[in-house]
């Protein structure tokens, strides 16, 4: 009775399904050892499916080759990278092989004050080293017309009065004033927000 004893001790261990929780296998599934097809599958309940394709499965045994189970080794997941993104004040290089600060059409104004300019800005030009940002002269809000740091544009949010306003063609074009505001047009044509003068009693 010896021999049969142990050929269906060894059929019941080969039979036996080793489950863990895997990486391969969906949220909540288990990785099992299929005797019956000699492959792994993954188990949610009693749902079988195939583990993830992106991943190595393979079937470990014991010494005697009676257990068996599955591992599985799963590629890492996508993460952000660490390296910083590029900034817009980085130099580019054109088709021709030259430097330029910003792409076409656009102006680099530094966001700084230069320190040398000593009241004169109009004079003062951007170096390489300094801090800037690339805008469009023409359509900027804050640099409408050039530079408003070298003193070559305007910043139409910070028009006197102003509430709403706009860069178009360089030009600083004002919708709206602030309250105790009149808009006007002076001399030049240019709009401006005047503060009304108050009623004498």
């Known amino acids: 009775m010896r021999p049969t004893f142990v050929v ?10 080793v489950a863990t929780f895997s990486e ?4 909540l599934g288990t990785l099992t050892y299929e005797p019956i097809f000699n492959k792994c599958v993954c188990l949610v309940g009693l749902k079988k499916s195939d583990p993830k394709p992106e991943c190595k499965v393979v079937i470990k045994k014991d010494l005697l080759g ?18 910083p993104k590029p900034k817009r004040n980085q130099p580019i290089l054109m088709p021709d092989g030259t430097i330029s600060r ?9 966001l700084e004050a ?5 009241g004169e800005r109009a004079t003062a030009t951007v170096s390489m080293n300094d801090p800037y940002e690339c805008v469009k002269p023409e359509e900027d809000l804050y640099n409408c017309g050039g530079c408003t740091m ?6 139409c949010n910070a028009i006197t009065g102003v509430r709403g306003t706009s860069c178009n063609d ?9 309250k105790g505001y009149t808009l006007t047009v002076n001399e030049d044509g240019d709009q401006e927000c005047v503060r009304k003068t108050p009623r004498r009693v």
């Open 114 to 118: 230069p320190p040398s300019l000593n």
């Open 66 to 83: 009676i257990l068996k189970w599955c591992e599985a080794t799963c590629p890492a997941p996508p993460h952000p990278s660490h390296k």
């Open 102 to 110: 910003c792409p076409s059409a656009m102006t680099a104004c530094p």
């Open 24 to 27: 391969a296998c969906p949220p």
């Open 150 to 155: 070298l003193g070559k544009g305007t910043n």
């Open 8 to 17: 269906s001790l060894t059929l019941a261990l080969a039979s036996t399904a």
């Open 170 to 178: 360089g030009k600083c074009m004002i919708y709206t004033c602030q």
